[in-house]
């Protein structure tokens, strides 16, 4: 019964949303107020419909019901209860169904909040969100239905990827999704103000809230990623230019050169036309990510023909671009900006420079991951895009970004006076160029490294400066220091929750560049009671032992860490799946805040008398994970309510 009801709700939820979009629209072209509250009530219709299909997959999963195909393909008997969730969204066809419900969360948190504040550009929200959320449900019922019935029902199924037994798949992908689809909201509010007309700063002022969630969950997913990819896949990196990663950056890019904009938006009634650009492109960005992902065309260009996934895609993504662009075209007079550029030096030169280089970035991720798909499909040639370019374009564009994140707040607007920069950053440049000369002299010898640490400095002096010379200022009218600095984070608590994500992003800038230049490795064999040493680190092997789980075997190796004294005992394993032909390796590390030792089982005698292991030592990653902890400190700051000043 599963498959053909949870098909028949994926149908109806279809129709409702359609419905909901039509008529919304009529709505707002009319006038007429009955039916924006029908599709209201659609919207309210789907995200129950789509949350029933939800829990009824769930409920698959737990019951080991293989008559659904693909419950039978992504689970078996022997998966623990916590991956039988995870399974869930494993693949394609559940990905699918928890994009289209926290789509519909989102419509319905629209409808809830808006419908009274937003009166003029409702309508239209509600009909780009219920088209989009149609389009979903359209994958959902013909592409990928993920209630397909299986017959002859399997005595057991086929089991979730291994890599993906962990628990960052409960929060990688909900995190990463909760951004994707939060994008979906601002760009709602810029296809509304482009239909009335109405392409002010009302739309982003609307929309700030929504966009900075957006931004830090697709942040968070990021991150998660980082780490999962760092303590499952066993290769000690936790970013490799992989087009699966890059597909959820590119849109990051566009999305933190859009929050950054539109304050020039809202000072100087500048770059209207290219903030409305900017979301259009982080929208689409995020519907391209999801076409690299799910279509199959990473692993072959000729994916395009297997299945009708990746031309729903192409022809969803052309349309929104159609109509997008369409209407830009259409208000193109009112787009113009109302100021102008009054001088290179001021802060409106350095946003702009600073969403130059962004988009800049996601330019050269976007061109360095479909590069192999063009020239497989042109030549029939596939070439190869590693980390060596997407490194030797992007870290001078990262280091500017970051340079000009300590300049872009204190230098002026309009007009920067040669006294404004003098007061501003001559501090921070001496203190810069001391930590540069620091660096060097304690051994840091790459350039880039050195330069990395200097800009660090540099930012994190100047937003110490502006915070040391408000404070003073609140002081000064009889306030003590603590309550004067938790009164100004919260009465200007979007500036400062700001400079906490730019602090969280340089903790990050830190952990990359400590991990680049200082991490070392060794791989060597040893037979039990041998030791190997790396950077004051000993590791003794101790013995294997062999267990046998749910569902895989496991081997498990034994060593000893220790420098001066001993750390505890490390135990990397090999899990042998039935179902895989090769074993899949399971880290072990040992944490610390400036350096971690990284261990991975590699080949091994049957007996236990000897075995492979890849000792590493890695510097100051612990430091990427700290600035995901202040960036989301950060933008929770930033997305309270500004405390109006009393009368």
């Given amino acids: 019964m599963i498959p053909e009801v949870g098909q028949g709700a994926t149908v109806v939820a279809l129709l409702l949303a ?12 009319t006038g007429r107020g009955a039916l924006v509250e029908a599709a209201q009530r659609a919207a309210v219709g789907v995200f129950a419909l789509v949350t ?21 393909s992504n689970t078996t008997l022997g998966t623990p209860f916590y991956y039988r969730i995870t399974g869930v969204w494993g693949a394609l066809e559940g990905s699918i169904i928890l994009w289209a419900w926290m789509l519909a969360l989102y419509t319905l948190v629209i409808v809830l909040r808006h419908r009274q504040n937003a009166r003029e550009f409702y309508p239209w929200v509600l009909t780009a969100m219920l088209g989009v959320l149609s389009f979903f ?18 005595a057991d199924g086929r089991g979730l990827n291994p890599l993906l ?7 990688h992908p909900v995190a990463l999704y909760l951004g994707f689809t939060g994008l979906t909201v601002p760009f709602a509010f810029a296809l509304a103000a482009l239909v009335t007309g109405r392409v002010g700063d009302t739309w982003i002022t609307l929309t700030r809230r929504w966009t900075i969630v957006a931004w830090y969950f697709l942040s968070l997913g990021l991150l998660i990623g980082g780490w999962w990819s760092y303590h499952v896949l066993g290769w000690g990196g936790y970013w490799a230019w992989d087009p699966v990663e890059n597909a959820a950056f590119m849109p990051w890019l566009a999305a933190t050169a859009f929050l950054h904009s539109v304050m020039i938006q809202e000072r100087r009634r500048m770059l209207k036309l ?8 982080a929208f689409t960005l995020t519907l391209f990510g999801t076409f690299l992902t799910r279509s199959g065309v990473i692993a072959s260009v000729h994916a395009f023909t297997q299945g009708a996934i990746g031309i729903m895609f192409l022809g969803f993504l052309a349309l929104v671009l159609l109509v997008s662009l369409g209407l830009v075209a259409l208000r193109w007079d009112a787009l113009r900006a109302q100021g102008e550029l009054d001088s290179v030096v001021s802060r409106e030169s350095a946003f702009l420079l600073n969403n130059v280089m962004l988009v800049a970035a996601a330019f050269t991720v976007f061109f360095g991951t479909v590069f192999p798909l063009l020239s497989e499909a042109v030549r029939g040639v596939k070439v190869s895009v590693g980390a060596p370019f997407f ?6 564009l990262f280091l500017s970004l970051i340079f000009l994140m300590g300049v872009g707040p204190l230098i002026a607007w309009r007009r920067a006076s040669a006294d404004n920069l003098r007061r501003n950053f001559l501090w921070p440049v001496a203190l810069g160029g001391l930590a540069a000369a620091v660096a060097f002299l304690v051994g840091v010898r790459p350039a880039l490294a050195v330069l990395s640490f200097a800009t660090t400095v540099f930012v994190t002096a100047t937003i110490v400066l502006d915070f040391a010379r408000a404070t003073r200022a609140r002081r000064r009218t009889g306030e003590s220091l603590l309550p004067a600095m938790g009164g100004l984070l919260l009465r200007h608590n979007r500036r400062y929750g700001g400079f906490l994500v730019h602090l969280g992003v340089l903790v990050i800038a830190v952990g990359v560049t400590g991990s680049q230049a200082w991490s070392v490795q060794t791989e060597t064999t040893l037979r039990r009671g041998e030791h190997a040493e790396l950077a004051g680190y000993r590791v003794r092997f101790d013995g294997l032992s062999a267990s046998e789980e749910s569902n895989h075997a496991k081997v498990t190796g034994a060593f000893t860490v220790s420098n001066s004294r001993v750390l505890g005992v490390l135990r990397p394993a090999k899990k042998f799946y039935p179902q895989q032909q090769s074993p899949i390796a399971a880290v072990d590390y040992r944490l610390g805040l400036t350096e971690d030792v ?15 292991v890849k000792l590493q030592v890695n510097r100051l990653v612990s430091w990427i994970w700290l600035g995901g902890v202040v960036i989301t400190l950060g933008a929770g700051l930033a997305i309270l309510p500004e405390r109006k000043r009393p009368a």
């Fill in 274 to 281: 290219w903030n409305i650009s900017l979301i259009i492109m």
């Fill in 391 to 396: 490194n030797q374009v992007n870290i001078p």
């Fill in 137 to 154: 449900l359209l994958v959902m019922t013909f592409a990928a239905p993920p209630f397909e019935r299986l017959t002859p029902v399997p």
């Fill in 18 to 29: 359609l419905g909901g979009a039509v008529a919304a629209a009529t709505g707002g072209r």
């Fill in 165 to 171: 037994e962990d628990t960052g798949m409960i929060t």
């Fill in 52 to 72: 029933f299909c939800f829990a009824l997959l769930t409920y698959a999963f737990l019951t080991f019901d293989f008559s659904v195909r693909y419950v039978a």
């Fill in 598 to 612: 990284y261990l991975v089982l590699g080949d091994f005698a049957r007996d236990g008398t000897e075995a492979t």
